[in-house]
């Protein structure tokens, strides 16, 4: 370069508005950070993967990359790319809780699809001669394959039976008097939902039009309509996404521990709601946010608990 460039880095800065699903993803994160660290002993050309401690905490790392991204994305109140990563999140918990009621048998239905999918791509690339897979791996495959030659299956069932193996024990888990929602209604207020809003479509695209309330016109300025309780949903939904998971560890795993993921429940519970209803004291200072609550804030959610019976 002949001459310098210069370079302008602009990024959103939290405000008061964020610092509670911030909070609660802090919270939750910190709890999934030791379940998603192993080590296995193994041999040369061993396929780890195949091995479910690995991938239980492999699938916990992308819960929790996945997460702390979205995390990234709530300074912006960006609700078409936080519905699409908390989409993922979603599609990520329901694997791991169904694999997680059976292993043995349910592991290798997930790796097939895996497996067979690497193995077309094999042969599409072979056509051009080239070569994806050693023939060493594409042989384990195929063995693989010929073995287990069932699959996981679609997403909806999937989320329904994963109800039928943890629910009650996930809502009897979580701290009294919280009702955990079940994978099935994630399902049905994320993944399907939000495909509209992943995908191209009128309803993604409609958001940054813009339309006049004086008379038939509209415009687009590349800026997306705004509303503070619809833009942060995702955020919160991926919240209560990965606690499932978290919980479903705790019940096979012993970790994080059932008091730890209680205490981190009651936290994001108590966060929400203050936030909720606006009663949280939220100050900025040198080293970051401070969160208190307004003075009669115990008193008001009590009478508003009263009143809704």
Same mark, same amino acid.
């Given at each position: 370069?002949?001459?310098?460039?210069?370079?302008?880095?602009?990024?959103?800065?939290?405000?008061?508005?964020?610092? @509670?699903? *911030?909070?609660?993803?802090?919270?939750?994160?910190?709890?999934?950070? +030791?379940? @998603?660290?192993?080590?296995?002993?193994?041999?040369?050309?061993?396929?780890?993967?195949?091995?479910?401690?690995?991938?239980?905490?492999?699938?916990?790392? $992308?819960? @929790?990359?996945?997460?702390?991204?979205?995390?990234?994305?709530?300074?912006?109140?960006?609700?078409?790319?936080?519905?699409?990563?908390?989409?993922?999140?979603?599609?990520?918990?329901?694997?791991?809780?169904?694999?997680?009621?059976?292993?043995?048998?349910?592991?290798?239905?997930?790796?097939?699809?895996?497996?067979?999918?690497?193995?077309?791509?094999?042969?599409?690339?072979?056509?051009?001669?080239?070569?994806?897979?050693?023939?060493?791996?594409?042989?384990?495959?195929?063995?693989?394959? @010929?073995?287990?030659?069932?699959?996981?299956?679609?997403?909806?069932?999937?989320?329904?039976?994963?109800?039928?193996?943890?629910?009650?024990?996930?809502?009897?888990?979580?701290?009294?008097?919280?009702?955990?929602?079940?994978?099935?209604?994630?399902?049905?207020?994320?993944?399907?939902?939000?495909?509209?809003?992943?995908?191209?479509?009128?309803?993604?695209?409609?958001?940054?039009?813009?339309?006049?309330?004086?008379?038939?016109?509209?415009?687009?300025?590349?800026? +997306?309509?705004?509303?503070?309780?619809?833009?942060? $949903?995702?955020?919160?939904?991926?919240?209560?996404?990965?606690?499932?998971?978290?919980?479903?560890?705790? *019940?096979?795993?012993? $970790?994080?521990?059932?008091?730890?993921?209680?205490?981190?429940?009651?936290?994001? $519970?108590?966060?929400?709601?203050?936030?909720?209803?606006? *009663?949280?004291?939220?100050?900025?200072?040198?080293?970051?946010?401070?969160?208190?609550?307004?003075?009669?804030?115990?008193?008001?959610?009590?009478?508003?608990?009263?009143?809704?019976?």
């Amino acid at each position: 370069m002949s001459e310098p460039l210069s370079l302008r880095v602009g990024y959103p800065v939290p405000t008061e508005q964020h610092a @509670a699903v *911030l909070l609660s993803i802090e919270t939750v994160l910190e709890l999934a950070g +030791p379940l @998603a660290e192993v080590r296995v002993p193994g041999e040369p050309g061993a396929v780890f993967l195949e091995d479910w401690q690995v991938t239980r905490a492999a699938l916990m790392a $992308r819960m @929790a990359s996945t997460l702390r991204h979205i995390s990234y994305l709530v300074p912006s109140m960006s609700r078409l790319d936080g519905a699409a990563l908390c989409r993922t999140l979603v599609d990520h918990v329901i694997h791991y809780a169904w694999i997680s009621a059976d292993p043995p048998a349910r592991l290798p239905r997930f790796l097939r699809k895996t497996y067979n999918s690497a193995l077309s791509k094999h042969a599409r690339w072979a056509e051009r001669g080239e070569t994806l897979l050693t023939p060493e791996l594409h042989a384990h495959y195929t063995a693989f394959i @010929a073995t287990h030659p069932e699959g996981p299956g679609k997403l909806r069932p999937m989320a329904a039976t994963v109800d039928t193996n943890w629910l009650n024990d996930v809502r009897a888990a979580a701290p009294a008097p919280l009702q955990m929602v079940s994978m099935s209604e994630l399902y049905e207020w994320v993944y399907d939902p939000f495909a509209d809003l992943d995908h191209p479509s009128a309803a993604a695209l409609q958001s940054f039009v813009h339309l006049d309330p004086n008379g038939p016109a509209a415009w687009v300025d590349g800026e +997306p309509e705004r509303d503070a309780v619809t833009d942060m $949903r995702p955020f919160w939904l991926a919240v209560w996404a990965i606690i499932w998971a978290l919980t479903v560890a705790e *019940l096979t795993q012993g $970790r994080p521990g059932r008091s730890a993921l209680q205490a981190a429940i009651q936290r994001v $519970r108590a966060l929400r709601e203050y936030d909720r209803h606006g *009663l949280l004291d939220v100050r900025t200072t040198a080293d970051g946010m401070v969160i208190g609550l307004v003075a009669d804030a115990d008193e008001q959610i009590a009478a508003i608990t009263r009143a809704n019976g």
